[in-house]
């Protein structure tokens, strides 16, 4: 397991890489020993912090099953935009609470960006270092409108 540590606007974290996919993101990891594809992700992740990048473009760990297609879910929401657990919850045939867990356990938010999907009546959760604010902010650096 290879990791880079990234200084987002947020904090320090740590991009992991296993089997060449990004699989996750420590919060808490300090380690660096970045790989050619640890680097791209850090040069893209600067890219998008500075508002010249609105996708991703790198190899990412879909898991399986229920995941992946909640992942892919995630990652067809385009920049800028919202949707509701309940609207994922429609398209999978899911329970909205199924689709909340999901995006809690995103080990890869930001890359497959959770933090645009809200509750219908607030925003939900978020699982980086300061929570919620950080996912108003990445919404905010997105110009998603929000009602807040």
């Not at 645009?116 to 929570?131: C, H, Q, T, Y």
């Not at 950080?134 to 929000?146: F, M, N, P, Q, S």
Request: charged residues 20%.
């Amino acid at each position: 397991m290879k990791q880079a540590v990234y200084h987002s606007p947020f904090g320090p974290f740590a991009l992991i890489e296993e089997g060449g996919q990004i699989t996750r993101i420590d919060w808490s990891g300090r380690r660096s020993d970045p790989t050619a594809l640890l680097r791209e992700a850090c040069r893209q992740l600067d890219a998008y912090f500075d508002g010249s990048r609105t996708s991703f473009d790198l190899p990412l760990d879909m898991g399986s099953g229920f995941q992946a297609e909640m992942r892919a879910a995630m990652l067809a929401i385009p920049y800028g935009q919202t949707r509701s657990y309940g609207d994922l919850a429609q398209d999978l045939g899911r329970p909205a609470q199924a689709i909340g867990q999901a995006c809690g356990a995103n080990p890869i938010p930001i890359l497959i960006p959770c933090h645009r999907v809200l509750g219908a009546k607030g925003l939900g959760g978020f699982s980086a270092p300061g929570g919620v604010e950080t996912k108003v902010a990445l919404l905010k650096l997105e110009g998603a409108g929000l009602l807040i």
